[in-house]
């Protein structure tokens, strides 16, 4: 029997803009791109509970967020604080959580900044690990001064969903024996890979909750799905098998920058990529890998088709300036007509770097 516990970082960002300044407290926070008063391009990164009962949540373009906000004032409600990112704050934070959980389990996977697997089955009973897990619960927000939402299961995909079933704060135990009724009433998209495209194939044949997708045999929903209906057909039962992986290291360090307008202006576009490769090496620099080989930029036209170029250098390198260089070089066909030979106008750019030697 394993016990896993997954613990999820309440509206991360939000929450430690929040705890950070006695004058956001209690209001209405959206971290994300500036909304420049309703213009401005880009998304909200993290919205706190405040902000979501206004409808503002991640991933929503920031000029609507922008647009809930003023609609609010005008109730009379309180009007959102937008405040720009502060990585190297959160990563600092993240690294806090961290260092919390592994003094109460010897195996801990951090799948994100804000989301940590550790698993507990040296307890051997839930009723330690839930009192593992309200001491975790507890220390993070003295330290802190924000609240995490944590499941306990059987396995990771159990234990990840129940711990999105109360939030915030919440603290939700499913063992074996209550899989299929925790599960069975819960929409498809709890189902870790199902988005928007996959739910819309699925309502099409009438499919809206999991136990909808327990009546597909593995055969059809192969014909369906391809070899995910086969990992799907597992997932709506409750099986995973996933270890844990501890020392689990960055893939990639990268970051995009959405223009204020569409645009092919190459002393402008240089100018934002120059300072986007600085900001990605510094945080190279801080990650404590001594070596990368890949270089990659992505690229976002006005009409929203994205493209992305890698290239593996011959010999690994720590030097800043040739990772600029790389980086402009990948970039340029994409400003002229090699690469762009309708000249449409770039929306977003991003650079990243890849395959690290420590």
Avoid at 269 to 280: A, M, P, R, Y
């Amino acid at each position: 029997m394993r016990i896993i516990a997954h613990l999820d970082m309440d509206a991360f960002f939000a929450s430690l803009e929040e705890a950070g300044s006695l004058i956001f407290k209690g209001k209405p926070i959206a971290v994300g791109s500036d909304p420049k008063n309703g213009v401005g391009r880009g998304v909200v990164s993290t919205a706190n509970y405040k902000a979501r009962e206004y409808g503002i949540h991640s991933a929503l373009p920031i000029s609507v967020a922008w647009q809930l906000s003023q609609k609010a004032k005008a109730e009379g409600k309180l009007e959102v604080v937008f405040l720009s990112v502060d990585f190297e704050r959160y990563n600092k934070a993240s690294a806090q959580v961290l260092e919390i959980i592994r003094d109460y389990a010897e195996v801990v996977e951090p799948a994100s900044i804000d989301e940590f697997y550790y698993d507990l089955t040296f307890l051997k009973n839930y009723k330690k690990a839930e009192k593992v897990c309200k001491k975790i619960k507890k220390e993070i927000k003295e330290k802190l001064k924000v609240t995490c939402s944590v499941g306990i299961g059987p396995n990771k995909l159990i234990a990840k969903i129940a711990a999105g079933t109360k939030k915030p704060d919440g603290l939700v135990i499913i063992k074996e024996s209550k899989i299929s009724n925790f599960l069975e009433p819960l929409s498809i998209r709890e189902l870790p890979g199902i988005g928007p495209k996959t739910e819309q194939i699925f309502l099409a044949k009438g499919v809206k909750i999991i136990k909808d997708i327990k009546k597909f045999s593995r055969e059809d929903l192969y014909d369906l799905m391809g070899k995910w209906g086969l990992d799907l057909y597992l997932k709506a039962r409750g099986i995973d098998d996933t270890p844990l992986v501890e020392n689990r290291e960055a893939k990639s360090i990268g970051e995009q920058i959405t223009f204020e307008s569409d645009t092919l202006n190459f002393i402008e576009i240089g100018e934002v990529l120059k300072n986007i490769c600085q900001s990605v090496y510094k945080r190279f620099l801080q990650s404590g890998f001594k070596t990368f080989k890949t270089v990659g930029v992505t690229v976002r036209f006005s009409d929203f088709e994205t493209k992305t170029t890698v290239k593996t250098l011959k010999q690994p390198t720590e030097r800043e300036k040739k990772f600029e260089i790389e980086a402009t070089k990948l970039l340029l066909p994409y400003i002229d007509r090699r690469k762009n030979p309708r000249q449409k106008l770039i929306r977003l750019i991003g650079v990243k770097l890849e395959k690290f030697n420590g």
